[in-house]
């Protein structure tokens, strides 16, 4: 449903007393409306295909409404984690009609006003604060000052003027990303809150004119609302989502050349939301293991490394001469953006170069991976030569989770994701992937000396930046299927298992996923090779042993020196030598991983 600004909200099928009964846990009221056939034909008046939109909208909310019903006769069935994460939100049953309804199956019938008509004034603050102190460093989706001033926020504001549909929109999707970030402990009703901010921000949209608007306050809105869903249910809805963020972003010409009119700011609030959106894509197609929509191609024009208070006062001539390394508000999010790019190239590496008509050897296309790769190594280089030593925490933050990228990137170099598979490895190449695989699960479970992001508490602010390694669990049960047993491989088995039992019911759409079929018939072909039962589903995976077993960890990693980009990046000197260096080894190895991305293929999932 789009409700053009100033426009009535249109009025819905009556609903049933019992239904009615079922309330959200929330106490915050949601007002009901009376029905009436004009509302529904009004508010579709300007949509292409109204007919359609009608008749998709009941057939939508009929097929909900017995899929709930078939939910409801099912008692036996446990919980899933949506469910738990939802559940303050689906008592209100009222549905939206139009296109809405597709968009925002949740999204209530009635009007609630303002955040800040059921949002206490010290909680609303509280979210926006959350929001401007963990979330924007990191996902930056335009120029704070500006979207301060957009929702007014330290304002002193005329409770008689509300703001309009887009500031209010966004000022909604800030506090639903201010919640998500924020603990149970330092917010109360949180699960409350999340639910009612989320549907704020979904009735917001829709009032704004998500589908029609080409305001960009409204993109805004809907980026950081497609973004923040990744925070808080492991479904369907992001990655379909993000596609719509990504096609009304295209149709705005956000990764356009500037013009002589544009200003230094709008340009700069431009670049920043297209990158965000970007980044974004990557994570989203990551998460459920596509391929991405955007391409290296679509990222020509950058943002700037300023300051956000530089971009009213700073000439032109300035900001292009900035250096790369320069700590600046930006400096984390340039280089997330520059890890995207080089992921982006070093994946899609065609089969001829540009000015060259013969066809790139295997070999060649591994030298271009690690060229590129290579490139982003030494900007991390740089920033950790900057940054190492800052007295600001969030410094230190940006080199630990550089590191972490880079560990990632350079297990990927090796293992790619996307088929057909190009620039393997060349038999000389010593880089250990499973022990080096082990050490990215390691760090995600918090449980290894790898950084001091595991150990330190400062870097809580921004702890909800992670993301499933379903990706390094995958590489770890390849590796293990043709690894003799060992303690290094033993210890990689452990992170595996804990890993795998941790994860499953968080990966995209649980257990039952296309992403985690793959990972499940790899973990079943090396649980029959190493002759290892599944863990019993009650007593789950013994990890007590291994979070006080110490002694077959690594020791910090050194900093990597020269232009050797398969240079080990663990030192395992004082531990014993375990896998065998034979090129048939490595030849299984990449049978096991064919064997698993032939499954996420077979799967439809790299055809999406």
């Not at 426009?7 to 959200?24: G, M, N, V």
């Not at 980026?223 to 479904?235: E, F, G, P």
């Not at 992921?343 to 991976?369: M, S």
Request: charged share 25%; proline share 7%; net charge negative.
């Amino acid at each position: 449903m789009v409700v053009a600004p100033g426009e009535e909200t249109p009025a819905l099928t009556p609903i049933s007393k019992d239904r009615l009964e079922d309330t959200s846990s929330s106490d915050v009221p949601i007002k009901s409306e009376d029905t009436t056939a004009s509302g529904n034909s009004k508010s579709l008046r300007g949509l292409v295909a109204p007919t359609f939109w009608n008749e998709l909208s009941e057939a939508v909310s009929g097929l909900r409404d017995a899929l709930e019903e078939t939910k409801q006769e099912d008692d036996s069935t446990p919980e899933s984690l949506n469910d738990q994460l939802s559940k303050s939100a689906s008592g209100d049953s009222r549905r939206p009609s139009g296109p809405n309804a597709v968009l925002f199956p949740r999204m209530p019938a009635g009007d609630i006003g303002n955040t800040s008509d059921w949002l206490e004034p010290g909680v609303n603050n509280k979210l926006v604060n959350s929001y401007r102190e963990r979330y924007y460093p990191i996902v930056k989706g335009g120029h704070w000052p500006s979207i301060a001033a957009t929702i007014r926020y330290g304002w002193e504001t005329d409770p008689n003027v509300p703001l309009p549909a887009g500031a209010r929109a966004l000022e909604a999707a800030i506090c639903f990303a201010g919640a998500c970030v924020l603990s149970e402990n330092e917010l109360d009703h949180k699960y409350d809150v999340i639910a009612q901010t989320r549907l704020s921000t979904e009735r917001f949209l829709s009032e704004a004119g998500l589908l029609s608007t080409r305001e960009l306050v409204v993109l805004q809105a809907f980026a950081i609302y497609v973004a923040t869903l990744r925070l808080c249910q492991c479904n369907a809805d992001q990655w379909t989502l993000l596609a719509c963020v990504v096609r009304i972003a295209s149709a705005q010409g956000l990764n356009a050349k500037s013009d002589a009119d544009e200003s230094i700011l709008d340009r700069e609030c431009r670049l920043q939301l297209w990158f965000m959106i970007g980044l974004l894509d990557l994570q989203a197609a990551f998460d459920r293991g596509t391929k991405p929509l955007l391409g290296a191609d679509d990222f020509t024009v950058w943002p700037s490394n300023v300051n956000v208070e530089e971009l009213m006062t700073t000439p032109q001539e300035a900001i292009n001469t900035t250096y790369p390394t320069r700590f600046t508000d930006m400096t984390l999010p340039l280089m997330t953006y520059r890890a995207m790019v080089n992921q982006h190239v070093f994946t899609n590496i065609g089969y001829t170069l540009p000015g060259r008509a013969e066809t790139l050897t295997d070999t060649e296309v591994w030298q271009e991976k690690a060229k590129v790769f290579r490139n982003f190594e030494e900007h991390v280089e740089g920033l950790k030569y900057a940054l190492a030593d800052s007295p600001n925490p969030f410094a230190r933050y940006l080199v630990s989770s550089a590191e972490y990228i880079s560990a990632n990137m350079r297990t990927i170099l090796r293992r790619p994701i996307y088929p057909p598979i190009r620039g393997r490895p060349p038999a000389n190449d010593d880089f250990d992937v499973l022990q080096h695989a082990t050490v990215v699960l390691e760090y995600a479970l918090g449980r290894n000396n790898f950084s001091e992001y595991a150990q330190c508490q400062e870097f809580s602010l921004w702890s909800w930046n992670t993301w499933i390694p379903w990706y390094a669990i995958a590489v770890v049960l390849a590796e293990l299927c043709r690894s003799p047993q060992s303690p290094i491989a033993e210890r990689s088995w452990r992170a595996a298992e804990e890993s795998y039992a941790v994860y499953a019911q968080r990966v995209a759409d649980g257990q039952s996923g296309l992403l985690w079929r793959p990972v499940e018939r790899l973990m079943q072909k090396a649980r029959a090779l190493w002759r290892r039962p599944a863990p019993d589903a009650e007593s789950g995976v013994d990890t007590q042993k291994w979070v006080s077993d110490t002694s077959a960890r690594p020791p910090n990693p050194p900093t990597q020196s020269g232009n050797d980009v398969a240079a080990p990046y663990m030192d395992m000197s004082s531990m014993p030598s375990t896998l065998p260096p034979a090129d048939g080894d490595e030849a299984m190895s990449w049978f096991d991983w064919e064997y698993f991305l032939e499954g996420l293929d077979d799967d439809g999932m790299m055809r999406l």
